[in-house]
């Protein structure tokens, strides 16, 4: 256990519709990072939060969107949503350091798009 | 470009049977991790090296990190069907980006 959870488990939405996936960060924690995960490949990084400002974000178009509230939770929006868009989407909440990031991730939301 | 390649990407083997994942970069980093992941799940740490040439030990699991800080390698020693999953291997660069870099994973099957 992380300590880490997202909500909901999975999600079955059609094609063009809109999306919010929640995540709650491990307590201490300030920076939560989203990620897309398909079948059998590792995460693609989406964009990261820190502090409730965008710090980073991956190669995702703009219908990817996100927030990050003060409680450091934070939720991960995605507009017209097209096909390829079904995947594992993973939640990790950090605490940012001078040298390393250790990442704890919550159990992910699958999508399936239709 | 995949800045962390990871190799094999697949590995099947039986129980008992020692293996050895691999990753590497040209790219130097300050620290690197190594998580497994279950279907459906998310990736869970395993360990974190930070320093060049550094040994870490978890039961029969041995993580080393390149001297050079480029590369990492896991080796599990008489493996067993609950180690089957996604091993990822990620990375934070050294400089002033701290971004976690991922490599893409070694699905590994252990058979009984």
């Known amino acids: 256990e992380t300590g880490v959870t997202q909500s909901p488990t999975h999600l079955i939405k059609t094609r063009g519709q809109q999306v919010t996936l929640r995540c709650s960060s491990q307590?201490?924690?300030?920076?939560v990072s989203w990620y897309q995960q398909a079948l059998g490949q590792g995460p693609q990084f989406i964009f990261q939060?820190?502090?409730?400002?965008?710090?980073g974000r991956g190669n995702f178009p703009p219908r990817f969107s996100g927030l990050q509230f003060p409680n450091y939770s934070s939720e991960l929006n995605v507009n017209a949503l097209e096909l390829d868009d079904s995947a594992l989407y993973l939640c990790?909440?950090?605490?940012?350091?001078?040298?390393?990031?250790?990442?704890?991730f919550g159990p992910g939301t699958r999508l399936l798009v239709l | 470009t995949q800045l962390l390649e990871q190799s094999p990407q697949f590995l099947s083997i039986q129980e008992g049977e020692n293996l050895t994942v691999y990753c590497n970069s040209s790219?130097?980093?300050?620290?690197l991790q190594w998580y497994r992941q279950e279907p459906g799940e998310g990736p869970v740490l395993l360990v974190t090296?930070?320093?060049g040439g550094e040994v870490k030990k978890l039961k029969r699991l041995t993580f080393q990190f390149g001297d050079a800080r480029k590369d990492s390698s896991l080796h599990i020693t008489a493996a067993q069907t609950g180690d089957t999953g996604l091993y990822l291997c990620?990375?934070?660069?050294?400089?002033?980006?701290?971004?976690?870099?991922w490599g893409l994973g070694t699905s590994l099957a252990v058979n009984p």
């Open positions: 990790a909440s950090s605490v940012r350091t001078a040298y390393q990031e250790t990442q704890y």
């Open positions: 307590s201490g924690h300030n920076t």
């Open positions: 939060y820190y502090r409730e400002e965008e710090n």
């Open positions: 790219s130097v980093f300050s620290s």
């Open positions: 090296v930070v320093t």
């Open positions: 990620a990375g934070v660069r050294a400089g002033n980006n701290r971004k976690l870099i």
